[in-house]
C-alpha cells in the first residue's frame, strides 16, 4: 500500500491519465488540455494559511500564465464542498499582499479518495497520510511531465519561478538552447555542447558577434536586448 502512495511520474514520462470532478466541472486530464501547459498542483488542506496565499498569488497570475499557453490545475485531499467554501471565503474574506476580493477560476480536484494523488506521488507517508505534500509538475502540450517540484508544507511557492521555468522551457524547446543558472528572459543562453573535436575547435574559433566562449564546452549565444 505503501508504494503506491509515493510512488510518482519521472521527468519524461507521459503524465498518468485521470478523471476528476473540480470547482469548474469535470476535467479528463491530459485529454482536455491537449496542445496546452499545465502547471498541476497540490496543496494540503482547504483553508490552511500558506495555501490561502498561495491560491491567491495563482489567481492573480492566471493570465499570465494562460499568456503562454499555460492552464493551473489545484489539487487537495479535500471535499468539492470543501473547495466551494473555501473559494468563497478567499473572495469575500481574505486580503493578502496588495490583493484582495480574488476570484479562482481555475479548477480545484476534489480528490477525497485520494486516486489523483497516489497517481502522481501527492502523499508522502513521512509527511502525512492524510494531505498531499505541495507538488507542483509543470507538464507539457504533448502530455509529457517536464518539471517536478516539491516543497514542505511550512515553506510558500515561489510562482514567479515556477513561471521562469515555463518561459525556459518553452524557450528551450524552440530554439534549442539551454538556460544558464539564474536565468531571466533576456539573458543570454548556452548553446549544446558540441559532438566531436572538430566541432569544439571551430566553435571556439568562430565565436563572434552574436556567440561568445567560456570555454569548447560553455558556449553562449547573446540576446538582442
Known sequence: MEES??????????????????TQGPINFPEDYKGKWVILFSHPADFTP?????FMTFATMEEDFRSLNTELIGLSIDSLYAHIAWLRTIKEKIEFNGMKGVEVNFPLIEDLRMDV???YGMVQPSASTT???RAVFIIDPKGIVRTIMYYP???GRNMEEIKRVILALQKADKEAIATPANWQPGDDVIIPPPGSCGAAKDRV??????TYCLDWFLCFRREKK
Open 50 to 54: 500558506v495555501c490561502t496565499t498561495e
Open 131 to 133: 494531505q498531499a505534500v
Open 153 to 155: 508544507a511550512s515553506t
Open 205 to 210: 574559433e568562430q565565436a563572434g558577434d552574436d
Open 5 to 22: 502512495t509515493t510512488r510518482l511520474p519521472l521527468i519524461g514520462d507521459p503524465a498518468p491519465a485521470f478523471k476528476a470532478v473540480t
Open 117 to 119: 494523488a497516489k497517481l
